[in-house]
C-alpha cells in the first residue's frame, strides 16, 4: 500500500461544474498536507495546505481534511479549461523535518 | 520577492559520469529539499537541508549526495550515472514562517544516455 494515495484519472470536468479530488494516507503520523497542481512539463505549483480537521477556502479552490478517516480532498469550484493538470496530494510528518510524501496525482480534464 | 532557482535546466549525460546541479532558495528561506520526479515512481524525497545540515534523508543510494553553503544554496550530486537516474530533479524551497510550505524551482532535466 502506497503512503499516499489518489485516483490516477482522468477526471472529466465539464467546464463550470466542480472538480473533486480525493487524498487517502496511511501514516497517522501526517500532521499537514498539501495540494500542488502541475501542468505538464513544468514544476508542481502549490495551491493550498491544511492541517486542520474541516473546510479550507481559498478562492474557487477548497480543501477538506478528516484525520479520523484519513482522507484530503480537494474541490474546485466554477473548474476552467485552465484547470486542466495534474492535481498532487502531498502529506508532511513536520517535526521529524520537512519530507512530503506524495500521491502519484490525478489528472484533471476539463473540458469547455 | 524572486522564486527559486535551479541551473541548469537542462542536462543531458552519459552513463558512468557524474553530474552536479544547483539550487538557489526564496530569498530569507534556509531550509531547502530535493526531490526526484519519474512516470514511473512519481515524486520522491531526497534530502532536506536547513543551515548547511542535512535534516532528512530519502530512500536513495549513496550515489546521490548534496550539501547546502552559508548562503542557503544548494547543491546535489549524482556519482556514477545510471540510465534509471534519467528524471526531473525538483528543489524546494521551504517558508519556515508558513507552516513549512514548500515552492518549488522549475527543476533540472537530466537525460542519461
Known amino acids: 500500500q502506497k503512503e499516499v494515495e489518489q485516483n490516477s484519472g482522468p477526471l472529466s470536468v465539464p467546464e463550470g461544474a466542480i472538480a473533486s479530488l480525493n487524498c487517502t494516507y496511511s501514516?497517522?503520523?501526517?500532521?499537514?498536507f498539501f495540494w500542488y497542481r502541475q501542468y505538464s512539463g513544468k514544476s508542481p505549483e502549490l495551491i493550498m495546505f491544511i492541517y486542520s480537521n474541516g473546510d479550507k477556502e481559498d478562492g474557487r479552490f477548497t480543501a477538506q481534511l478528516n484525520k479520523a478517516s484519513q482522507y484530503v480532498s480537494l474541490l474546485i469550484r466554477d473548474s476552467q479549461p485552465r484547470d486542466s493538470a495534474t492535481y498532487l496530494c502531498?502529506?508532511?510528518?513536520?517535526?521529524?523535518?520537512?519530507?512530503?510524501?506524495f500521491g502519484g496525482g490525478t489528472r484533471v480534464l476539463v473540458k469547455p | 520577492k524572486a522564486g527559486v532557482t535551479q541551473t541548469p535546466r537542462y542536462l543531458i549525460k552519459t552513463r558512468g559520469q557524474q553530474v552536479t546541479l544547483s539550487c538557489s532558495p526564496i530569498s530569507g528561506h534556509r531550509s531547502v529539499s530535493w526531490y526526484q520526479q519519474t512516470p514511473g515512481q512519481g515524486l520522491q524525497f531526497l534530502f532536506e537541508y536547513f543551515s548547511e545540515t542535512q535534516r532528512n534523508k530519502g530512500n536513495f543510494p549513496g550515489r546521490f549526495s548534496g550539501r547546502q553553503f552559508s548562503n542557503s544554496r544548494s547543491e546535489m550530486n549524482v556519482s556514477t550515472l545510471e540510465l534509471g537516474d534519467s528524471a526531473l530533479y525538483l528543489c524546494a524551497s521551504i517558508a519556515w514562517d508558513s507552516g513549512d510550505t514548500q515552492y518549488f524551482g522549475p527543476g533540472t532535466r537530466l537525460t542519461v544516455l
Open positions: 502531498a502529506a508532511q510528518r513536520g517535526a521529524a523535518g520537512n519530507k512530503l510524501t
Open positions: 501514516d497517522r503520523g501526517s500532521q499537514s
